[in-house]
């Protein structure tokens, strides 16, 4: 039996959907409509992810240019810039994406369990403090940034993760 949802998780789960919609439809108002992609996900070693033929930047984010280290703990061996790393880690399956124009792109995951709200991935990123937010960027974006920093996550932190 699940517990009783409140007021806030439903307001959340509200914000977040008009959220999605609104850039999805941002995504489509261009003379053609853009398609969603979806498939099996490919992350290239400068943070393009390559779905179905299509290969997208993460739309309103910058990945943080960490320098390059190897991932050791999963086989093969793994070398890239540190945030594509954990790119990779995040982007582990079945992805879709909303085209937002030009390159870019709003791609998400699906949550870890049935019925689970899709994961932004640009969101996780930010959150972590392996991305900054870009000029294009939605305000929640940077807000994600500016608690980030001051969890002194990721790139904001003292005790930078060492993610092997």
């Known amino acids: 039996m699940q517990p009783p949802v409140g ?6 789960r509200i914000f977040r959907a008009g959220a999605v919609s609104f850039l999805f439809s941002l995504a489509c108002s261009g003379l053609a409509v853009a398609q969603t992609v979806d498939g099996l996900a490919r992350v290239g070693d400068d943070g393009r992810i390559s779905v179905s033929g299509h290969t997208f930047r993460l739309y309103g984010i910058d ?8 991932r050791t703990t999963r086989r093969p061996v793994r070398c890239a810039d540190k945030s594509v790393l954990v790119l990779r880690d995040i982007v582990d399956g079945f992805v879709h994406c ?5 390159d870019e792109a709003l ?4 949550g870890k369990r049935m019925f689970d709200e899709r994961i932004d991935i640009a969101e996780r990123l930010l959150i972590e403090g392996f991305a900054f937010a870009g000029e294009n960027a939605p305000a929640r974006y940077r807000r994600l940034e500016r608690v980030a920093r001051s969890r002194e996550n990721g790139v904001w932190g003292d005790d930078f993760i060492d993610i092997r």
């Open 63 to 70: 990945l943080a240019r960490l320098g390059r280290d190897c």
């Open 7 to 12: 007021k806030a998780t439903v307001f959340r």
């Open 107 to 110: 791609c998400t995951i699906a």
């Open 98 to 102: 909303h085209p937002a124009g030009g």
